[in-house]
């Protein structure tokens, strides 16, 4: 068979148009990366020093420049935030019943089922997504020991409230602040609630190191504690005192993390304006809500855009997704589904969804958008007139026709 150049010429535009969609496809998030020969002097550092981890120099500057830079006292860092979850629970040596949101990543959960304690889901407030501390009290039985909320989208939770019903029963509070890096309240960082909060510093995540995390803690008692606990529970030379795990950061991501400190300002100032743009460009768009940010109480640190796509909206949620990712927007439904829909968890009693009214509804209509650094301005752009031009909004269809 003989193919004439034409032929070759039309195959060879095709693939070259292909691989355009595909560099122009969008997603919900991308690592942010200093300049990679930045990150030269620190290696070499550590290729002379041969200290690799075990809370090597890097490892030790990374805890106290992050306290200084989150205000914070104690900080312990980890492998990721999961083993800081687990850990955490270990610490306080929590037991039976852990009150929490449906709300969240697995993982979450997960650091219950892993301590064999047992989760029990409660409703979320409709406005910040957060455990509905009106209704955790309904939940508490004998068997309950802690509670484990979590700062959904980095959005303070109410964390007054909580803590008086914990106080009231005697109650443990562990935060997974897996999202609120760098947020604060007017009593100052947002990590310094409850008994301890768990960091992420994934990839995924506003202040990444590749794979890390953290423990904030409110005692040097409990920091060391916590710190024995990372490294197989190994208290000096010859003194295992506890089952302890390997939770260790490496001296790379720790340098990785003093590096990215540098950038992290910047980070969240581009976070910040496409925020902005989003939500100008969602102002008055019928059945489209921007999560509230109330600025007066906090400040955030823009990890994600999440909205929900109301019933007075054109299409659904899922056909909004999908129609995003036809024009190569791949935005996120999380959380979708909830927690307490997964097969290890439908069956307690409060997964039911007459328990859970408001996640229900809030994991049918959230679409997190795409926000990162550098992520383009005309990006964004797209995105807003994609979603606009799906609306019923009268006066939107009115104004692009004149
Ligand atoms: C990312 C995330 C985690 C897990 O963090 P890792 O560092 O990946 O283990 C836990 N909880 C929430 C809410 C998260 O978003």
């Not at 800081?84 to 959960?109: D, N, W």
Request: with cysteine; hydrophobic share 40%.
């Amino acid at each position: 068979m003989r193919i004439e150049l034409g032929e070759v010429e039309t195959v060879a535009s095709e693939i070259n148009q292909m691989k355009l969609r595909m560099m122009k496809n969008i997603y919900v998030t991308q690592p942010f990366l200093p300049p990679l020969e930045e990150m030269i002097p620190f290696m070499k550092r550590i290729w002379e020093n041969r200290v690799l981890t075990n809370c090597g120099p890097f490892h030790q500057e990374l805890e106290s420049t992050l306290a200084r830079y989150l205000g914070v006292t104690h900080i312990s860092l980890f492998a990721n935030a999961t083993i800081g979850l687990i850990t955490a629970l270990q610490a306080l040596r929590i037991k039976g019943e852990v009150i929490t949101t449906p709300y969240s990543f697995v993982a979450t959960s997960h650091s219950l089922l892993w301590n064999g304690i047992k989760p029990v889901f409660v409703d979320i407030d409709p406005d910040t997504f957060n455990l509905d501390p009106s209704k955790i009290e309904a939940a508490i039985t004998p068997d309950t020991s802690a509670i484990m909320p979590v700062h959904c989208y980095g959005h303070p939770c109410d964390v007054h409230a909580i803590q008086r019903v914990a106080d009231r029963y005697n109650l443990r509070v562990i935060y997974d602040a897996a999202h609120a890096f760098g947020v604060s309240d007017q009593d100052g960082s947002i990590l310094q609630h409850g008994d301890l909060s768990i960091l992420s510093f994934h990839a995924t995540k506003v202040f990444n190191t590749f794979e890390g995390g953290a423990i904030v803690s409110g005692s040097s008692g409990l920091k060391r504690h916590i710190d024995d606990l990372k490294n197989f529970g190994i208290a000096d030379e010859v003194a295992v005192v506890a089952p302890g795990i390997n939770g260790k950061m490496s001296e790379f991501n720790a340098a990785l993390g003093l590096l990215q400190l540098e950038y992290i300002d910047e980070v969240i100032a581009c976070r910040k304006s496409i925020d902005q743009r989003y939500r100008e460009g969602f102002a008055g768009v019928k059945g489209i809500r921007c999560h509230h940010v109330d600025k007066d109480a906090y400040t955030p640190n823009y990890a994600y855009f999440p909205v929900l796509v109301g019933p007075e909206y054109g299409i659904s949620r899922d056909e909004l997704y999908m129609k995003l990712k036809e024009h190569g927007v791949y935005c996120r439904r999380y959380f979708y589904p909830l927690i307490s829909d997964y097969p290890m968890y439908r069956i307690l009693p409060s997964s039911s969804h007459s328990n859970l009214p408001v996640a229900v509804e809030v994991a049918q209509q959230i679409l997190c958008l795409p926000i990162y650094p550098g992520l383009d301005m005309s990006a964004v752009e797209k995105i807003i007139d994609l979603i606009r031009e799906c609306s019923w909004q009268p006066g939107v269809l009115a104004a692009e026709a004149r």
